[in-house]
């Protein structure tokens, strides 16, 4: 085990604070110990600003369904599942990912198109999101997150899904609300980003980067 007082560690009173209120109501999907990082590999995806149009139609046509939805600061893809590494196998596990990714044939630029309308939740149901599911580009997809699972394997860590849906999450809300939001809201925030002017472009997405996030930490490893 790590020594105490690591540079980056929590201090005690963060370590055992869990208030939900503070997060807007999303409560943790596992136990926080002082040491372990959560951590996620994935895509980093920039938005334009005619992206984020389309986003405030889509999030406020699915507020007449459900009130409580908000929008997504950020957007990315993920390649992982949020996963705990202790501390000091963070240099480490993010050497394996450099080298895994820089030995793939994955390891190069490529476009996906993000156009289907999907609603999703998390594993234990407390949190429900509308996402855009990734409708080509499932391949190259595929390969990186193959790359991803050998590392993860190494360090004994849960892999990816066996088969993944890929999308982007535009909005969240707390709880189990997918009843809601499926169906005929479903059908109407699919017309509303099929008639939305330049949607086949704004939904064209390269990707640049896959980025690992640990605990406070980033870390980029740039595709060629």
């Not at 920039?46 to 600061?73: D, G, I, K, N, P």
């Not at 193959?146 to 909005?171: C, G, N, Q, T, W």
Request: aromatic share 12%.
């Amino acid at each position: 085990p790590a020594p105490a007082g690591l540079p980056g560690d929590p201090e005690p009173e963060e370590a055992v604070s869990d208030d939900s209120s503070r997060h807007g109501g999303r409560v943790r999907g596992f136990p926080h110990e002082r040491g372990n990082w959560a951590t996620h590999v994935y895509l980093p995806c920039r938005v334009q600003e005619e992206f984020l149009e389309l986003l405030e139609l889509l999030v406020s046509h699915a507020r007449t369904y459900v009130s409580a939805v908000a929008a997504m600061e950020e957007f990315h893809l993920s390649l992982s599942q949020c996963v705990v590494l202790h501390y000091h196998w963070i240099g480490a596990f993010v050497r394996r990912l450099r080298e895994r990714l820089a030995a793939g044939l994955s390891y190069f630029r490529f476009f996906c198109v993000a156009n289907r309308v999907k609603v999703y939740t998390n594993q234990n149901k407390t949190r429900t999101f509308i996402g855009l599911e990734v409708s080509t580009g499932h391949f190259q997809l595929l390969e990186l997150v193959s790359e991803v699972d050998r590392v993860l394997e190494e360090f004994d860590l849960p892999m990816f899904y066996k088969d993944p849906s890929f999308h982007i999450s535009l909005a969240w809300c707390v709880g189990d609300l997918s009843g809601r939001l499926e169906g005929q809201c479903l059908q109407e925030l699919q017309d509303i980003v099929d008639r939305f002017e330049d949607s086949a472009l704004l939904l064209h997405i390269q990707w640049e980067q896959v980025r690992c996030k640990s605990g406070n930490k980033y870390f980029s490893f740039p595709l060629r």
